[in-house]
């Protein structure tokens, strides 16, 4: 196994984000395939799998950016609102981190990251920007705080939205892609910042091409191929032993190079 991150045996707490038999089709295609996935508290699942398999679509429908036809969603137990304040309120103890960032650009570094907390949690300006500024520190771009996003590199840019997402204090975290829009020599300084966030305790659900990543960071790896859950195991097991063909495949195309 690897050392680095493994919780001790049942050290998981309850499910916390549960998909049951989840359906959905853009048009005649059928993206989403009677899709069952629980995510403990404190869990790191970590979604791979060829281009246009649904790794995306089942991170966007976790929080409501797309919607599906048939099947549910609980976060807490509770179902997925479809829209007004409850689906506010969820997307807030939701963080989501994009393959682009999606930074204000005309705010401040620091007011990008204060204003949900401010404006959705209702926190005091000078108790959200200590906050920000800790969190900052975190992902290591504390000096970047008065500068614009587009005075940062790609890579501080995804750090600055970790940092604004972690500001929320959500259950859990999504990061859809998050290093495939950055040039190579800032992956890994984004991925060390998630590597830590795992360490941490922080439930996430990580669709990625990285997969060092994966195999360094994940309790669990899920793989998908064509809409649907093809198999899930530990990073170590899925890794040196694939159980399905389509796995193999996949494995054996990515592993070579």
């Known amino acids: 196994m690897n050392d680095t991150h493994v919780p001790a045996e049942g050290g998981l707490g309850k499910p916390l984000v ?27 699942v970590v979604v791979i799998g060829p281009s246009g398999s649904g790794k995306s679509t089942l991170c966007r429908t976790i929080n409501r950016l797309e919607t599906f036809e048939s099947g549910s969603i609980t976060i807490h137990g509770t179902p997925l609102p479809e829209e007004g304040k409850e689906l506010a309120k969820l997307r ?21 990251v204060t204003l949900g907390p401010i404006k959705v949690r209702k926190m005091e300006r000078k108790v959200a920007e200590e906050k920000a500024m800790a969190l900052l520190k975190r992902v290591g771009v504390a000096e970047q705080a008065h500068k614009y996003p587009a005075q940062l590199s790609g890579g501080q840019q995804q750090r600055v939205a970790i940092a604004r997402s972690l500001a929320m204090d959500p259950v859990v975290m999504l990061f859809d892609e998050p290093t495939s829009a950055l040039d190579p020599e800032m992956i890994n300084e984004v991925l060390d910042v998630m590597t830590q966030l795992a ?21 669990r790896v899920v793989f998908m191929a064509d809409g649907a859950i093809v198999e899930e195991n530990t990073p170590e097991e899925f890794f040196t032993n694939p159980q399905s063909d389509r796995a193999k495949d996949f494995l054996g195309k990515i592993l070579t190079h």
Do not use: P
């Open 92 to 112: 807030a103890d939701v963080g989501m981190v994009f393959q682009g960032f999606h930074l204000f650009h005309h705010k401040t570094i620091l007011d990008n």
């Open 199 to 219: 360490k941490s305790g922080m439930t996430m659900i990580v669709v990625t091409h990285e997969m060092g990543f994966a195999r360094r960071a994940a309790d």
């Open 18 to 44: 549960v998909l049951t038999d989840v359906n959905k089709h853009f048009g005649d295609l059928h993206v989403l395939k009677d899709i069952n996935l629980t995510v403990r508290e404190g869990e790191v």
